[in-house]
């Protein structure tokens, strides 16, 4: 079983940034993926962000340009550095660990607990 840790959510205005962190720690799997997916009020999950192994990144069009995933160099640990917010960014941010980058839910076997992101205008 692997445990998700989120951290970094809170409150900011529009314009602003944040940094939110996850780690996995004592995960052993090796070639791991990990990523972000979020789900505003009343929306269903949607996927933001994600990073393999060999640190192929993919965005959601939504976050291309504003958002940037990184990973930490025991690779255990992903970080997403969300810029110039926007209201509509406002959502519970989830991260999600499996073993290949996946835009749907489905496709990842493991989540956080996850992390409100709130943006005000």
């Known amino acids: 079983q692997v445990h998700l840790v989120e951290s970094g959510g809170g409150l900011v205005q529009a314009g602003g940034s944040l940094r939110l962190s996850c780690a996995a720690p004592?995960?052993?799997?090796?070639?791991?993926?990990m990523g972000w997916f979020r789900q505003a009020p009343g929306k269903e999950r949607e996927f933001a962000a994600a990073?393999?192994?060999?640190?192929?990144?993919s965005y959601a069009d939504s976050v291309k340009g504003r958002f940037t995933i990184s990973r930490g160099n025991a690779k255990n640990t992903v970080y997403l550095q969300m810029n110039s917010l926007k209201p509509e960014d406002t959502a519970v941010y989830y991260c999600?660990?499996?073993?290949?980058?996946?835009?749907?839910?489905?496709?990842?076997?493991?989540w956080g607990q996850g992390t409100q992101v709130t943006v005000s205008s």
């Open positions: 004592g995960q052993t799997f090796g070639s791991t993926s």
């Open positions: 999600v660990l499996s073993f290949a980058i996946s835009v749907e839910p489905a496709g990842w076997d493991y």
């Open positions: 990073i393999s192994w060999s640190g192929r990144t």
